[in-house]
T-cell receptor
Framework: GENVEQHPSTLSVQEGDSAVIKCTYS??????FPWYKQELGKRPQLIID?????GEKKDQRIAVTLNKTAKHFSLHITETQPEDSAVYFC?????????FGAGTRLTVKP | GAGVSQTPSNKVTEKGKYVELRCDPI?????LYWYRQSLGQGPEFLIY????????DSGLPNDRFFAVRPEGSVSTLKIQRTERGDSAVYLC?????????????FGPGTRLTVL
């Protein structure tokens, strides 16, 4: 089955700096890669996703890149703000089988 | 419209007891997923329904876990003879069920504590 690894497990940045979180996956048939943000005690919320036929997608301060050959994808957050502090999860999906990474705790210091 | 809802929000039970966790998906979503999330971990897949049938139950950890979705809408996750290791947040998600890349929307979860 699919195996998703996510790094780093914790990330601390200064407000205004960029943050990058990386994930690798094992199943080359996976074709959908969402990123979720989860605040303490809350449900995971989709923040951006990318399909396997696209290499990069951007939405304001958030971007995701996908390298299918290397089987890795990354989340980029620019101009970070304290409200970006949360746990971020990547996931890889083949059909309806979605597997999550272990999460990255991002802290943005004011 | 309403999102995915789950009840109860918290459940405390004693070791060996039986529990039922309920999920109400978004109206019109044919796909429904159950995940388990332990502290500091990502959601772990348990089971996926397409309509009334369990299309993939490969994530259920053992035969104490069972889930149903008799009318293709509400789903119930059932855990028999609960163990302390079952303590976690149980998340439900639903999607349109078109396969491929359709978005999963999560419910708020049920925090299960087994004493």
């Amino acid at each position: 089955g699919e195996n998703v690894e996510q790094h780093p497990s914790t990330l601390s940045v200064q407000e205004g700096d960029s943050a990058v979180i990386k994930c690798t996956y094992s199943d080359s048939a996976s074709n959908y890669f969402p990123w979720y943000k989860q605040e303490l005690g809350k449900r995971p919320q989709l923040i951006i996703d990318i399909r396997s036929n696209v290499g990069e997608k951007k939405d304001q301060r958030i971007a995701v890149t996908l390298n299918k050959t290397a089987k890795h994808f990354s989340l980029h957050i620019t101009e970070t703000q304290p409200e970006d502090s949360a746990v971020y999860f990547c996931a890889a999906r083949r059909n309806n089988d979605m597997r999550f990474g272990a999460g990255t705790r991002l802290t943005v210091k004011p | 419209g309403a999102g995915v809802s789950q009840t109860p929000s918290n459940k405390v039970t004693e070791k060996g007891k039986y529990v039922e966790l309920r999920c109400d998906p978004i109206s019109g979503h044919t796909a429904l997923y159950w995940y388990r999330q332990s502290l500091g971990q990502g959601p772990e897949f348990l089971i996926y329904f397409q309509g009334t049938g369990a299309a993939d139950d490969s994530g259920l950890p053992n035969d104490r876990f069972f889930a149903v979705r008799p009318e293709g809408s509400v789903s119930t996750l059932k855990i028999q003879r609960t163990e302390r290791g079952d303590s976690a947040v149980y998340l439900c998600a639903s999607s349109l069920g078109r396969g491929g890349a359709d978005t999963q929307y999560f419910g708020p979860g049920t925090r299960l504590t087994v004493l």
